[in-house]
């Protein structure tokens, strides 16, 4: 797949740098790889006039402004009720404090200097998160899970891994069991209707060809957990 699905819906970008050379390379980057409108700032007022303005899809904002700490701009942002995905731009010797102080997530933030593939991956990453508020797409991990189209997207690697009805409908079920554990007998009801032929066997079966999909080590668990008398999602 294109590494521009990456960022399909987006339209236009707000970029908050203040650095003249990195800001103008990577408008151009942007607006040659993928076609997106780029608004370039390099002070966080003109940054926080521009967002007054107009709207913008994405903001990738730098942490290191001529004018204010970029987190207090980021602060403002959100204040001003901005509900507008913000990637933090920052210095690899600042990443504890910036992100301990805002609470970023891992697809809010990247270090300088990044490679132009990272940084659309992280947008995917975001994109997903907001898409979900409008459709049925979910986020699981590093996954934009679409079951409508019994499919996972990797966030990181822009990789899309096809999923079988059954599939499907176990992760929507632990999804929204909201990291609690799901009961075993629960899921064959839910899943096959508790066929007489549908044994635990079957479900477990099931269970391992999704780790082999979804996990990065399938024998060590970290998003599909196995408790006592069921599984859990760790989203």
Not at 87 to 116: M, N, W
Request: charged fraction near 30%.
């Amino acid at each position: 797949m294109d590494q521009t699905r990456a960022v399909e819906s987006i339209q236009s970008i707000l970029l908050v740098e203040g650095s003249d050379p990195i800001r103008q390379s990577l408008a151009e980057q942007i607006e040659f790889y993928v076609g997106i409108d780029t608004v370039e700032a390099a002070t966080g007022a003109n940054a926080l006039k521009l967002v007054k303005k107009r709207k913008f899809d994405l903001i990738l904002l730098d942490m290191s402004l001529p004018d204010f700490d970029g987190r207090d701009v980021y602060q403002l942002m959100r204040r001003s009720g901005l509900e507008t995905p913000i990637v933090i731009l920052i210095e690899v010797d600042t990443e504890v404090d910036t992100i301990a102080s805002l609470g970023l997530g891992a697809s809010q933030y990247i270090i300088k200097p990044f490679r132009f593939g990272l940084l659309l991956a992280r947008i995917r990453s975001l994109v997903c998160d907001q898409d979900l508020k409008k459709t049925s797409i979910m986020t699981i991990g590093q996954y934009c899970f679409e079951p409508d189209n019994k499919l996972l997207i990797d966030a990181v690697t822009d990789k899309e891994i096809r999923l079988t009805e059954k599939e499907t409908s176990i992760l929507e079920l632990l999804y929204f069991s909201d990291d609690q554990v799901v009961r075993r007998d629960a899921l064959l009801d839910t899943v096959w209707g508790y066929k007489a032929s549908v044994r635990t066997h079957t479900l477990e079966t099931h269970i391992y060809r999704l780790r082999q999909k979804i996990e990065t080590v399938p024998s060590e668990s970290k998003i599909l957990i196995t408790e006592a008398g069921g599984y859990r999602l760790r989203r």
